[in-house]
Nanobody
Framework: QVQLVESGGELVQAGDSLRLSCAASDRTVLSYAMGWFRQASGKEREFVAAISWSGSATSYADSVRGRFAISRDNAKDTVYLTMNSLKPEDTAVYYC???????????????????????WGQGTQVTVSS
């Protein structure tokens, strides 16, 4: 069973940049679409960004489009979320996720819906101070 481990979350100031990493335990992740979600305290989990298995397709939430970028390095079994111009409202626990559903591999798509994902990391805290 593949495991996902997030890292890189920390306390930063508004306007700063940060890069989160999601490392997979084995190379089965190469065939999975991957996503980033976040959950602020007391709020529902929300979609942030996703990338298809090949890396050719990406999806972004409106709130982060133009500021965040998702990428993957399949040689390292790692997915990244580069965050620029961070705002206090970006404060949340960030989770990486993978989907084993073959439809997304076949379509080389990047699903933006939480229900599409069935493997989850434990999360990494990002705090943005004003």
């Amino acid at each position: 069973q593949v495991q996902l481990v997030e890292s890189g979350g920390e306390l930063v100031q508004a306007g700063d940049s940060l890069r989160l990493s999601c490392a997979a335990s084995d190379r089965t992740v190469l065939s999975y679409a991957m996503g980033w979600f976040r959950q602020a305290s007391g709020k529902e989990r929300e979609f942030v960004a996703a990338i298809s298995w090949s890396g050719s397709a990406t999806s972004y939430a409106d709130s982060v489009r133009g500021r965040f970028a998702i990428s993957r390095d399949n040689a390292k079994d790692t997915v990244y979320l580069t965050m620029n111009s961070l705002k206090p409202e970006d404060t949340a626990v960030y989770y990486c996720a993978a989907t084993r559903d073959a439809r997304y591999t076949s379509a080389d798509s990047a699903p933006s819906y939480m229900y599409a994902y069935d493997l989850w990391g434990q999360g990494t805290q990002v705090t943005v101070s004003s």
